[in-house]
């Protein structure tokens, strides 16, 4: 059984930084992507990064394009996402989602199988 547990998460002020972090278990994810999503209260769910474990292959939506990396660790089957120049609306849940079928359409929700539970992620003024 797939297994996705987020930490990382925490209050930060605007300009600060964050790193979260993904560890899985259950399965080989050498084939999966991964993705990282957030939701705001109010709000939908929407993509925020996502990686291919195979070949590292990584896409963002614009909103964090410059300031989010989104990095995998094989070693320690870890997926991480380190957050720069956070912004007050940044601030959400974030989740870590995993899709096991290399799947070309990472932005969606539906896409993925398997789900974290969420860490929070406030950003202060």
């Known amino acids: 059984q797939v297994q996705l547990v987020e930490s990382g998460g925490g209050l930060v002020q605007a300009g600060g930084s964050l790193r979260l972090s993904c560890a899985t278990s259950?399965?080989?994810?050498?084939?999966?992507?991964m993705g990282w999503f957030r939701q705001a209260p109010g709000k939908e769910r929407e993509f925020v990064a996502s990686?291919?474990?195979?070949?590292?292959?990584?896409y963002y939506a614009d909103s964090v394009k410059g300031r989010f990396t989104i990095s995998r660790d094989n070693g320690e089957n870890t997926v991480y996402l380190q957050m720069n120049s956070l912004k007050l609306e940044d601030t959400a849940t974030y989740y870590c989602?995993?899709?096991?079928?290399?799947?070309?359409?990472?932005?969606?929700?539906?896409?993925?199988?398997?789900w974290g539970q969420g860490t929070q992620v406030t950003v202060s003024s």
């Open positions: 989602a995993a899709e096991r079928s290399g799947s070309y359409y990472v932005t969606m929700v539906s896409t993925y199988e398997y």
């Open positions: 259950g399965r080989t994810f050498s084939s999966y992507v």
């Open positions: 990686i291919r474990w195979s070949n590292g292959a990584t």
